[in-house]
């Protein structure tokens, strides 16, 4: 049973906006609420908020803070156009 409203859930996104890049509200499918975070954000070594209840992922997404592995890295530095391939 859904307590909190699936639109709620977009507007946790939207607040989280810098660190939330998509949602998916799967708690009709009883897999709970995902949160895929942007690249250069983890929490707890992952990439991604999952929680089986919107209430939980919106505590959750509080310890939600800057990664710098090594995916992130060149994540980050495809998104600007830091990388070139150079042909052979």
């Avoid at 909190?4 to 709970?32: L, Q, T, Y």
């Avoid at 929680?51 to 990664?67: D, I, N, P, Q």
């Amino acid at each position: 049973m859904k307590t909190f409203p699936a639109a709620a859930i977009w507007e946790i996104a939207e607040k989280h906006s810098e660190s939330v890049e998509a949602v998916s509200d799967e708690r009709d499918n009883g897999d709970g609420v995902w949160f895929e975070l942007r690249a250069g954000w983890q929490i707890d070594d992952c990439h991604a908020v999952h929680e089986w209840t919107a209430k939980a992922a919106r505590s959750a997404l509080r310890g939600v803070r800057r990664c710098y592995c090594r995916g992130c890295q060149y994540l980050y530095l495809k998104q600007i156009g830091a990388l070139t391939i150079i042909p052979h």
